[in-house]
């Protein structure tokens, strides 16, 4: 029997906030459903503001810090906040990992 979208969404959650970030060509088939659901459920849930999306990976949305309302953002003149940036040339290859990574140390 196939899971309801509320329960595949609700694994594909779990699984990103547990890998911090997971590819959505091996993601789908690792869950046994077609890339299309997936990318679908995938965009329902970024607008939703619960992952990030990028070209071909998804990852989780950062949490507050406990006590904390959301950081603010790049020019948002919050200031109490140490803003880490990194640009890779795409999410191909072999960068996806060192994105993983990098979040990880940081």
Do not use: F, K, W
Request: hydrophobic share 45%.
């Amino acid at each position: 029997m196939r899971p309801h979208v509320d329960q595949r969404q609700a694994r594909v959650l779990a699984l990103v906030r547990e890998r911090g970030s997971v590819r959505v060509a091996e993601l789908a088939v690792e869950l046994g459903i077609s890339p299309v659901t997936l990318r679908r459920d995938v965009e329902a849930m970024a607008a939703r503001g619960e992952i990030h999306r990028m070209h071909g990976v998804i990852s989780r949305v950062a949490e507050p810090l406990p006590g904390r309302g959301a950081a603010p953002g790049p020019g948002a003149g919050g200031g109490a906040g140490l803003v880490v940036g990194m640009v890779v040339p795409t999410t191909e290859y072999y960068y996806a990992d060192v994105v993983r990574g990098a979040r990880e140390v940081v």
